[in-house]
C-alpha cells in the first residue's frame, strides 16, 4: 500500500511568488491534514478535511493560504503570495477515521520543504 | 490551549543501551491520546507508541516503552537496546479525545536523537 505522498520535495521561491504543494493522501482515507514545521519550532496544525470539506482549519495563518481537497482525494496548499516567514517544511498526513481508537492513526508525508528569500 | 514540551534539543546514547526522551504538556482535558512519532533523517515521520489517558497502564511496543504519569502531565519514552536505526528526530504530541476540539495534534518542537557506536 503506497503511503502519503507529496510534491515537490523541496521548492524554492522569491517573496512574492505562488507555490503550489500536493498532497496524495493513502487510498481510502478520508481525512486529510496540512501541518508545517518553521526551523526549530513546533510542528503546527494548519487544517482538517474530512472528504472535500473543511473540518477545521483553525490553524491557517492568513489569508494568503488557500487549501482545496476537489473530489476528496489528493489536497493543494497554495500560498500566494510567498513571505520569507512562510518558510519551513510542510506536512501532509491522512487518516482512515478521526476519532476512532486505533484506527484514526495519522500518517505523514515525508514533507515539502519550502524556502522563500 | 495544550501546549506539548520537550526540554531536551538532543540527547546521544550509545548503542544497546537504554535511553530515555522527556515531554511534558499541559492540558486542562481529563481524556486525550498521547503519542510519540519518529522522523530519521530524509524520511517521513511514524508513529512509535500510543497512550491514551484513561489507559493506566503503560504502552509497550518491543523495545519503545513509556512513562505515563498522568497527574505530573509527563510522558517520557524509553528505548531500550538502542539501535543505529533509532537515530532519528522524536517528537511528542497530543490530541484531544473530545470532537469539539478537531483532530489535530499538538507537537512538541523535538528531541535529536543519537546512536553512537
Known amino acids: 500500500e503506497a503511503g502519503v505522498t507529496q510534491f515537490p520535495s523541496h521548492s524554492v521561491i522569491e517573496k512574492g511568488q505562488t507555490v503550489t504543494l500536493r498532497c496524495d493522501p493513502i487510498?481510502?482515507?478520508?481525512?486529510l491534514y496540512w501541518y508545517r514545521r518553521v526551523m526549530g519550532k513546533e510542528i503546527k496544525f494548519l487544517l482538517h478535511f474530512v472528504k472535500e470539506s473543511k473540518q477545521d482549519e483553525s490553524g491557517m495563518p492568513n489569508n494568503r493560504f488557500l487549501a482545496e481537497r476537489t473530489g476528496g482525494t489528493y489536497s493543494t496548499l497554495k500560498v500566494q503570495p510567498a513571505e520569507l516567514e512562510d518558510s519551513g517544511v510542510y506536512f501532509c498526513?491522512?487518516?482512515?477515521?478521526?476519532?476512532?481508537?486505533?484506527?484514526?492513526?495519522?500518517?505523514f508525508g515525508p514533507g515539502t520543504r519550502l524556502t522563500v528569500l | 490551549a495544550q501546549t506539548v514540551t520537550q526540554s531536551q534539543p538532543e540527547m546521544s546514547v550509545q548503542e544497546a543501551e537504554t535511553v530515555t526522551l522527556s515531554c511534558t504538556y499541559d492540558t486542562s482535558e481529563s481524556d486525550y491520546y498521547l503519542f510519540w512519532y519518529k522522523q530519521p533523517p530524509s524520511r517521513q515521520m511514524i508513529l512509535v507508541i500510543r497512550q491514551e489517558a484513561y489507559k493506566q497502564q503503560n504502552a509497550t511496543e518491543n523495545r519503545f516503552s513509556v512513562n505515563f504519569q498522568k497527574a505530573a502531565k509527563s510522558f517520557s519514552l524509553k528505548i531500550s537496546d538502542s539501535q543505529l536505526g533509532d537515530a532519528a528526530m522524536y517528537f511528542c504530541a497530543y490530541r484531544s479525545a473530545f470532537d469539539e476540539y478537531g483532530n489535530k495534534l499538538v507537537f512538541g518542537a523535538g528531541t535529536i536523537l543519537r546512536v553512537k557506536s
Open positions: 487510498s481510502g482515507h478520508d481525512n
Open positions: 498526513a491522512s487518516s482512515q477515521f478521526s476519532l476512532a481508537g486505533d484506527r484514526d492513526t495519522q500518517y
